[in-house]
């Protein structure tokens, strides 16, 4: 995870990334003039509840309206929960034809949208065991499966922190088409909560996986990438990394400075075909 330091006003679209390297300097600052904001005009979508195993979560879920038999799309949220950008993020791939549906991974263990500190955002984060959020997700799919999405057109995405658990879940999650993880950590040190990390579990992948990248990217170095791709050539796993080389960090989210709307939107493209060619369509 490389979002550190600094301070937030609250975790949706009024965050500001100024800065990487020794970690992210996060400011509270007016809305970006480069946010996207998608309309709801022709989609059922809204706040839904997801039952799960330590008791139900707060989720956001968007479709074609009247669809029925829906592909799926699991998102995954960043660090600040699911925020604003996460929900549009549903509701441009529901435009596309999805059921996208996310669901607030950190509920259980805080409000990170009642905090003012990446500090404290971030010890709440801290306390996230992977297995609970696989669980969870699990959960999220079994959701969608009971309102109208076909699990078994089943796709997953997620940003940052997100990417990282995009990672993991395709190797957890027997069935799944695809996963597209965007600049998702590749390594890291291992503890109870968190004892693997991607490049740790390439063997065990059971769907392929497009990973997007900045070559910019202070706390991703494209040598983790070149390693990923490495790993997933020796294990015969099929995946695609992709780097944009002047992108850094979140070069997706269109609230925060580092937004690089032509490669933000490139990466969307290879995303929906990604889904398209490996059957979560």
Do not use: N
Not at 16 to 25: D, F, Q
Not at 27 to 51: H, K, M, N, R
Not at 79 to 108: K, M, P, Y
Not at 169 to 195: E, T
Request: glycine letters at 12%.
């Amino acid at each position: 995870m490389t979002e550190r330091g600094g301070r937030l006003a609250r975790p949706d679209r009024r965050v500001v990334v100024t800065g990487l390297a020794a970690g992210l300097a996060l400011a509270a600052q007016p809305a970006a003039a480069t946010e996207v904001v998608t309309s709801d005009d022709g989609l059922d979508a809204g706040p839904i509840q997801v039952p799960a195993p330590g008791g139900p979560l707060p989720g956001y879920q968007a479709r074609p309206k009247g669809g029925t038999d829906l592909p799926v799309v699991l998102v995954v949220q960043e660090i600040f929960g699911l925020h604003a950008h996460i929900r549009d993020v549903c509701r441009r791939l529901a435009r596309q034809g999805w059921l996208a549906c996310s669901v607030e991974l950190f509920a259980r263990h805080g409000d990170v949208s009642k905090l003012t500190d990446i500090q404290q955002v971030l010890g709440v984060v801290a306390k996230v065991p992977d297995a609970e959020v696989l669980a969870d997700l699990d959960a999220l799919a079994a959701w969608a499966g009971a309102h109208g999405g076909d699990v078994d057109r089943m796709g997953i995405t997620g940003f940052c922190w997100g990417g990282r658990i995009v990672w993991l879940y395709a190797a957890h999650r027997s069935g799944l088409k695809a996963g597209v993880a965007w600049y998702g950590r590749l390594r890291g040190q291992a503890d109870p909560l968190h004892p693997r990390h991607p490049l740790d579990v390439v063997p065990e992948l059971q769907a392929p996986v497009l990973g997007l990248y900045g070559g910019k990217d202070g706390g991703i170095p494209v040598a983790d990438v070149d390693a990923m791709r490495a790993a997933l050539a020796a294990a015969g796993r099929p995946g695609e990394l992709v780097v944009y080389p002047e992108a850094s960090h979140a070069f997706h989210a269109d609230y925060r400075p580092s937004y690089r709307a032509e490669d933000a939107a490139d990466g969307a493209r290879r995303m929906a075909a990604w889904f398209r060619a490996h059957g979560a369509a």
